[in-house]
């Protein structure tokens, strides 16, 4: 089946640096990755997401690129503040289900 | 449009016992996932439903299962509580079938003493 791995697990910046989390996928047959932050206690809240016939996407401070040969996505986070402080959990869905796998997720924490 | 609604939000079981989630889609949406939240294991997917069919079903054993309402609304049950059930399960509307937006409920916190 499929398999999402996401890195790093904790990453820590200082307010107003950029942000970058990747995640690899093994299946090629992929074609559409979500983005997903959630904040302690609260939902998982789609930031993000792309689909397989695009190669980059940005919504102002937040982009996702996506590398179907390599098989690898990123989100990059510019210009980060406190409230950016999360989990972030990148997924995976393929074919013609709703199904999402999702990577182990990486804690981000804005420093001031 | 309200959100993804899940009852009850908090529930306590005894292991052996049989437990009922419940999940209330986006309204228009007809497409509901279940996923197990824990620290180990991370977000895993249990089922999926669409037009009252389970149309994918996750790496878990028979006693998770569920259905879903003409109305779209969906509930899971756990059979023979264990410890290890205990978990944040997560329910997700999208409009349809397939790789679309997937929008998260607040979850049902099951702890299994």
């Known amino acids: 089946g499929e398999n999402v791995e996401q890195h790093p697990s904790t990453l820590s910046v200082q307010e107003g640096d950029s942000a970058v989390i990747k995640c690899t996928y093994s299946?090629?047959?992929?074609?559409?990755f979500p983005w997903y932050k959630q904040e302690l206690g609260k939902r998982p809240q789609l930031i993000i997401d792309?689909?397989?016939?695009?190669g980059e996407k940005k919504d102002q401070r937040i982009a996702v690129t996506l590398n179907k040969t390599a098989k690898h996505f990123s989100l990059h986070i510019t210009e980060t503040q406190p409230e950016d402080s999360a989990v972030y959990f990148c997924?995976?869905?393929?074919?013609?289900?709703?199904?999402?796998?999702f990577g182990t997720g990486t804690r981000l924490q804005v420093t001031l | 449009k309200a959100g993804v609604t899940q009852t009850p939000r908090y529930l306590i079981k005894t292991r052996g016992q049989q437990v009922t989630l419940s999940c209330s889609p986006i309204?228009?949406?007809?497409?509901v996932s279940w996923y197990q939240q824990t620290p180990g294991q991370g977000l895993q997917f249990l089922f999926e439903?669409?037009?009252?069919?389970?149309?994918n079903k996750g790496n878990f054993p028979g006693r998770f299962s569920g259905r879903q309402f003409s109305n779209s609304r969906s509930e899971m049950n756990v059979s023979t509580l264990e410890l290890g059930d205990s978990a944040l399960y997560l329910c997700?509307?999208?409009?349809?079938?397939?790789?679309?937006?997937?929008?998260f409920g607040p979850g049902t916190r099951l702890t299994v003493t």
């Open positions: 997924a995976a869905s393929w074919g013609t289900a709703s199904k999402l796998t």
């Open positions: 439903y669409f037009s009252e069919t389970q149309r």
């Open positions: 997700a509307s999208s409009l349809k079938l397939g790789p679309y937006e997937q929008y």
């Open positions: 309204s228009g949406h007809r497409s």
């Open positions: 299946d090629s047959a992929s074609n559409y």
């Open positions: 792309i689909r397989s016939n695009v």
